[in-house]
């Protein structure tokens, strides 16, 4: 848990077509979802009974961060990610994985988790990766169901496919 009494700070941002709700704990990066959002996939459905606190200038370097990588000028995030409140521990490996997932290219679910020791446990990589609190920061876009099917995504598979397009579109352009 965040160490300053389970209060947290966030901001929004609006990069079309979306407004982003961004939330961090003194530790770092803990949420990263849609403000208009209201269902399972909302802040307080990852962090009941947490307090809010609307703090612009402590998100605003995520802020830019995310705007830059929307812009194609960023292909890494450099600000720090609180993991401490997330999963099990495996949960946490398949997340550190999915870190490492290049900018521009995707793996499959499979491919995870044959990855983490030779487990074949598909399941349970997909639910470490639906449980991901941190959209686009930790990139479970990247991670798809097979070659011709992006999956499912928190924010819709076409949203999923169009951060996946997007990454290959400033890819191409850079070649």
């Not at 996939?41 to 609307?54: A, I, K, R, T």
Request: glycine content about 6%.
């Amino acid at each position: 848990m965040a160490l300053n009494n389970n209060i947290y700070y966030y901001d929004t941002v609006r990069i079309d077509p979306w407004t982003y709700q961004i939330v961090v704990s003194t530790e770092g990066l803990v949420f990263v979802g849609l403000k208009e959002d209201k269902t399972y996939s909302s802040f307080h459905n990852y962090y009941p009974n947490q307090m809010l606190v609307q703090d612009p200038k402590r998100v605003a370097p995520y802020i830019v961060e995310l705007k830059e990588y929307f812009a194609g000028k960023r292909r890494k995030f450099d600000l720090p990610i609180d993991f401490s409140s997330f999963g099990t521990s495996y949960q946490n490996k398949v997340i550190q994985m999915v870190c490492n997932i290049p900018y521009g290219t995707t793996v499959t679910y499979a491919d995870l988790a044959s990855a983490i020791n030779g487990s074949t446990s598909v399941r349970a990589v997909a639910h470490a990766v639906a449980l991901n609190p941190n959209l686009i920061f930790i990139p479970s876009h990247r991670v798809i169901l097979s070659k011709n099917n992006v999956g499912a995504y928190r924010m819709g598979s076409k949203e999923k496919l169009r951060l996946i397009n997007l990454e290959k579109g400033y890819l191409h352009a850079d070649s």
